[in-house]
Nanobody
Framework: QVQLVESGGGLVQTGGSLSLSCAAS????????MGWFRQAPGKQRELVAT???????NYAHSVKGRFTVSRDNAKNTVSLQMNSLVAEDTAVYYC???????????????WGQGTLVTVSA
């Protein structure tokens, strides 16, 4: 069984910074792309940032220049550094990973449980 566990959410003021982390654990052979998505109240889940296994990032237009995604392949973790936060960034943030498990052998898309980020005025 494979799982993703996020940490680092919380309350921050407008203009502040917050860092999220996500660790993958379990029966893992290899991890492909990893990333972060978010879902604000009453809205659909949307992509925030992704990063390939070789470290190439991709960002949503709304966060480009403010957020930085990174990963540590040795530790099976992905992080999201969020700067210059605004109220529109308030959402539940979900970690996502494309994982090849070894017991059983299969490719699966795994989601974390989500962590709430609240940006106050």
């Amino acid at each position: 069984q494979v799982q993703l566990v996020e940490s680092g959410g919380g309350l921050v003021q407008t203009g502040g910074s917050l860092s999220l982390s996500c660790a993958a654990s379990g029966s893992i052979s290899r991890i492909g792309g990893m990333g972060w998505f978010r879902q604000a109240p009453g809205k659909q889940r949307e992509l925030v940032a992704t990063i390939t296994s070789s470290g190439y990032p991709n960002y949503a237009h709304s966060v480009k220049g403010r957020f930085t995604v990174s990963r540590d392949n040795a530790k099976n973790t992905v992080s999201l550094q969020m700067n210059s936060l605004v109220a529109e960034d308030t959402a539940v943030y979900y970690c996502n990973a494309d994982i090849l498990s070894h017991s059983p052998v299969r490719r699966i898309e795994v989601w974390g449980q989500g962590t709430l980020v609240t940006v106050s005025a």
